[in-house]
């Protein structure tokens, strides 16, 4: 099993195509076994429920979006979107803490217009709803993060670029002049590494991000045997910047030099390091304990993303809406204080700017968007959340984004 940064073995082919004609295949014979039980009790007959062709599902919210996804991707590759790790009890925890939590909203105090806007990291955008770094995004649509980012851009807020995303930094930058902030994976040689911030600084990129969370043991992929294809992993090598990838390296030997090319060990050293290449902010990714918060803030962090990566690394971590508060009230308003994790509806979003939150992000609901229709399924799940956050701020009396109080939430 690979570690975080590091892609499996080739996927055999044909792997999902194969299980879900599988499914199909004995859904049939069981329904030719209750047929035949019935010719010879007949019955009178009862009118069929209507087929839903799910080409023709017009998306209405996130949970469409999925659903058209399933559609459209090989098993594996949906399952490697969908699932968490191990008992997916933090993948079920992230929205289902959303949904305890309540709001009230008081009475006779309409507004008659609201304020989307707001600042992350001194940058102006149009909505406080952000793309999260989301790794192979061209397995999921050939456009991948070039399509993903032009649809941020079209919203006017930000795309967070992984450094797995299957595109380079200097291509995804030149594919729309929104504003973008570049996820930092680390290699072991601190050379690249420089190299990575260097053009990202160059290219436009507004921020640094860093994910710090590890532990990814998903049963759905090593069940599915599940990889990037060949030469999604061979591009991202190379577009990382190692000069040792050849197209004559073997499957085996790609594997081997992806393992061996990340540093899964680097500590709050890193960040010094990093503060003296770069004058881009610097925001740490995957923060739940409030003392690591404070250490975080201490180290001169400008952002901090409350997150444990959507439920796909370490299993039974708390949901992030859950630390959301403590570590907003350490903070003190000394960095800005993201969320992501479990975001389904402008309501959530609305919880989370309620509870201290300078924004969100949100990860597979745009990556099934991306699935289901590219550019204009990422723009629609966006301008989905947006109108249901309006629609929000509107029944709970609040003018602006940038003013939502915590009174608004309750168990």
């Given at each position: 099993m ?13 792997t ?7 499914e ?7 329904e030719n ?6 010719t010879?009790?007949?019955?009178p007959?009862?009118?069929k429920?209507?087929v ?15 659903a ?13 979107i969908?699932?968490g790790?191990?008992?997916q ?5 992230n ?24 600042t992350?990291?001194?940058h102006?955008?149009?909505l ?9 995004q061209r397995?999921?649509?050939?456009q991948?993060a070039?399509?993903a ?8 807020t930000?795309f ?10 200097e ?5 729309a002049?929104g504003?973008k ?9 601190r ?8 053009r ?17 043991w ?18 991202h ?11 004559t ?6 594997v081997?030099?992806?393992?061996g090319?990340w ?5 709050w050293?890193?960040?010094?390091w990093?503060?003296?290449?770069t004058k ?7 923060i739940?304990?409030p ?9 001169g ?9 959507g ?5 039974t971590?708390?949901?992030?809406i859950?630390m959301?508060?403590?570590?907003v ?8 204080v ?13 919880k989370a ?12 609901p745009y ?9 204009a ?35």
């Amino acid at each position: 099993m690979m570690n975080r940064r590091t892609f499996a073995q080739a996927l055999a082919a044909g792997t999902g195509a194969a299980l879900i004609g599988s499914e199909q295949a004995g859904a049939a014979a069981d329904e030719n076994d209750v047929a035949q039980k019935q010719t010879a009790q007949p019955e009178p007959s009862l009118p069929k429920p209507p087929v839903v062709d799910a080409a023709s599902i017009q998306p209405v919210c996130v949970a469409d979006f999925r659903a058209l996804a399933q559609t459209k991707l090989p098993r594996p590759t949906f399952e490697y979107i969908e699932t968490g790790s191990a008992d997916q009890v933090t993948l079920r925890e992230n929205t289902a803490a959303f949904q305890r939590l309540k709001l009230l909203p008081p009475i006779l105090s309409g507004v008659a217009a609201t304020d989307l806007t707001t600042t992350v990291l001194g940058h102006k955008i149009a909505l406080p709803i952000l793309l999260a770094p989301v790794a192979a995004q061209r397995m999921y649509h050939p456009q991948g993060a070039l399509a993903a980012a032009r649809a941020a851009a079209a919203l006017d807020t930000v795309f967070g670029v992984s450094s797995s995303a299957a595109n380079s930094i200097e291509e995804i930058a030149a594919a729309a002049t929104g504003p973008k902030w570049y996820q930092l994976y680390m290699p072991k040689d601190r050379g690249v590494a420089r190299r990575l911030v260097e053009r990202a600084e160059q290219a436009g990129y507004k921020a640094i991000v860093v994910t710090v969370d590890l532990g990814e043991w998903k049963d759905a992929d090593r069940r599915n045997r599940f990889s990037l294809p060949r030469e999604i992993l061979l591009k991202h090598l190379r577009d990382v910047g190692f000069p040792e990838v050849r197209d004559t390296m073997s499957d085996a030997e790609l594997v081997a030099f992806n393992a061996g090319a990340w540093d899964l060990t680097f500590s709050w050293e890193l960040f010094e390091w990093l503060r003296g290449i770069t004058k881009l902010p610097l925001v740490m990714k995957g923060i739940l304990r409030p003392e690591d918060a404070l250490r975080a803030v201490e180290a001169g962090l400008n952002g901090i993303v409350v997150s444990n990566h959507g439920g796909r690394r370490l299993d039974t971590v708390p949901a992030t809406i859950e630390m959301l508060p403590d570590v907003v009230d350490v903070v003190g308003g000394r960095a800005e204080v993201f969320l992501d994790g479990g975001i389904r509806r402008g309501t959530d979003v609305l919880k989370a700017l309620a509870l201290g939150a300078r924004a969100v992000l949100i990860g597979r609901p745009y990556a099934w968007a991306l699935a289901a229709d590219g550019e204009a399924g990422v723009q629609r799940v966006l301008e989905l959340l947006r109108d249901e956050l309006q629609n929000a701020l509107v029944a709970c009396g609040c003018p602006s984004v940038r003013e939502v109080p915590s009174s608004l939430v309750t168990q």
